[in-house]
């Protein structure tokens, strides 16, 4: 029975013994891999069932990269956009505009909203080309001409607003 537990003992050494060998081999398979693909494939396939306790020492420190690049994406959007004083200042519409989107004093962005309301509630988009506005009666007068590009729109209007 002595020989039976020495016998084990002998074999634990040689197991670990055997790794710490190997190890070292294992920086040299590193240094191949950087050589031609056709060498690297089958170290590739020697590596992994050799060395498997480096492997999961790697894979944490790959999962710990991308956790320090989540902060930093979060860091981005936690600024708020300051909002320009000068669209929130009320205006008062022209008697031509007051009668699309009425007469009291409307910051610049209520205004574009009111007047999108009107032009999609009497179907003033052109069909083929949605970025056109066909004036009605009352929208030619704040326009000046029959048929409108939506961003013309916005400098046409800041004449009718004091």
Known sequence: MATAKKTPAK???AK???PAKKAAPAKKVAAKKAAPAKQAAPAKKAAPAKNAA??????????????????AAKKAPVKKRAVNAAFMKAMTP???????VGSSALPRTE???K???YIKKNKLQDAVNKRMINADAKLKE?????????FEMAGLIGKHLK
Do not use: D, E, T, Y
């Not at 022209?94 to 699309?100: E, G, K, N, Q, T």
């Open 11 to 13: 074999k634990v050494v």
């Open 94 to 100: 022209s008697p031509a505009l007051a009668a699309v």
């Open 142 to 150: 704040i326009f000046g001409k029959m048929q409108v590009s939506m």
């Open 111 to 113: 205004v574009v909203s």
């Open 115 to 117: 007047l999108w309301a």
């Open 54 to 71: 480096p492997a999961k020492k790697a894979a944490p420190a790959k999962k710990a990269a991308p956790a320090k690049k989540a902060p």
């Open 16 to 18: 670990n013994a055997a």
